[in-house]
């Protein structure tokens, strides 16, 4: 099930799972997810749904950043930036978490579509990319302003 350019995102992915391999041998055997350990390769921004989209399509525009994993739990209506371990715990923002050393996401195969409540937006390709945080605290600043003028209050 694994292709070739996805058998380096399993690989890279895995290695933040406690047991590799067993982890490798869960996704193969159809787990819709397992747990992995952050701090250790990467960190998560998780943002609330609307902020995440909008942010992830900020990003897209801008052809020049190197783009990390997006994760998106729809359950939950939040989305998650994989950056840099350790980076900082300090982010603003309403609704933003840093989700880093001692704490697990779980993750679906990077090869599989969507249809449960996690899906990859931007799946893992390998290499080890990963959002730069400074970009991504622009990013989110510009994302969060859009939104507060599109919802704007109306006074009548």
């Not at 690989?11 to 982890?23: F, G, Q, S, T, V």
């Not at 950043?65 to 359950?75: D, E, H, K, T, Y």
């Not at 939950?76 to 982010?91: C, D, I, M, N, Q």
């Not at 993750?107 to 959002?131: H, I, K, N, S, V």
Request: net charge positive; aromatic share 8%.
């Amino acid at each position: 099930m694994q292709r070739a350019m996805g058998k380096q995102a399993v690989e890279w992915l895995a290695a933040a799972a406690a047991d590799p391999r067993w982890c490798k041998r869960q996704w193969d055997r159809g787990a819709d997810a397992v747990l992995l350990e952050a701090g250790r390769l990467w960190d998560v921004l998780s943002v609330p749904e609307q902020l995440g989209l909008s942010t992830l399509d900020l990003l897209g525009r801008a052809r020049r950043i190197a783009r990390g994993p997006v994760l998106m739990n729809s359950g939950a209506r939040r989305v998650g930036f994989f950056v840099p371990p350790a980076v900082s715990t300090e982010w603003a923002g309403a609704g933003v978490r840093h989700v880093g050393r001692g704490a697990w996401v779980a993750a679906p195969p990077p090869y599989q579509a969507g249809g449960w409540r996690l899906e990859w937006l931007m799946p893992p390709d390998g290499t080890g990319a990963l959002y730069d945080p400074d970009v991504m605290r622009l990013a989110l600043r510009e994302a969060g302003g859009a939104l507060t003028a599109t919802v704007g209050v109306s006074r009548s």
